[in-house]
């Protein structure tokens, strides 16, 4: 049995939509409102691990097809650039999806999809654990297509005989809908003091959507 490190190593990564629909429906928050350095910092400190990397992963709409949330996520990129965080991001891919409504008809909208965004997250934790940069991965998701990464990251613990963990964060509250986390990893709840303490206070409006 491999020895649990004195100092536990943590990397974080952010599905920046994932976390901003969580946190829409457990907190009612209608924007990406949290400063993801101070969140996952405050997460590591609660559990006892140093947080050594931030990595943040988001889609974006290209600003022909929507451009306040254009220019809402390049500025907070920029800003989340320049306090080191790791980007990856991706212009949105818009199709139309119809559904059926209660009484009967179709209603057919256009919608924005991400894609790759997962792939390249689950990329990017096998890789730096076969690097052995972090002794913990601290997913901040609930989609359970990243389980598999779980048993993954098991399996480069077994190779490399040494003591691996994998978490997922998520927000949690009374109106909290998906109340599980990622299969086969530790779940760990934030609850609405913990996140209200890592709010970010930047406005990333436009003006004119401000006045």
Not at 63 to 89: C, E, I, P, Y
């Amino acid at each position: 049995m491999p020895n649990e490190p004195l100092v536990k190593r943590c990397v974080a990564f952010i599905d920046g939509q994932n976390l901003f629909h969580a946190v829409r429906e457990s907190f009612g928050y209608s924007h990406p409102n949290y400063d993801i350095v101070a969140l996952a910092g405050a997460v590591c400190r609660n559990q006892g691990w140093k947080l050594v990397q931030t990595r943040f992963y988001t889609g974006i709409p290209a600003a022909t097809d929507n451009a306040f949330w254009h220019h809402f996520w390049s500025a907070k990129l920029a800003v989340m650039g320049r306090q080191s965080v790791q980007l990856f991001s991706r212009t949105l891919r818009y199709r139309n999806k119809t559904a059926r409504l209660s009484d009967g008809t179709k209603h057919t909208f256009l919608t924005g999809e991400e894609k790759g965004i997962d792939v390249r997250i689950a990329l990017d934790v096998i890789r730096l654990a076969h690097r052995k940069e972090y002794d913990v991965t601290l997913v901040f998701s609930q989609d359970q297509d990243f389980s598999e990464v779980a048993e993954e990251v098991r399996l480069i613990a077994q190779e490399q005989h040494r003591w691996l963990k994998i978490a997922c964060a998520f927000p949690f509250s009374p109106t909290t809908r998906n109340r599980r986390g990622i299969e086969k990893t530790d779940w760990i709840r934030i609850d609405r003091a913990l996140y209200d303490s890592c709010l970010d206070r930047r406005d990333y409006r436009l003006r004119q959507e401000r006045e």
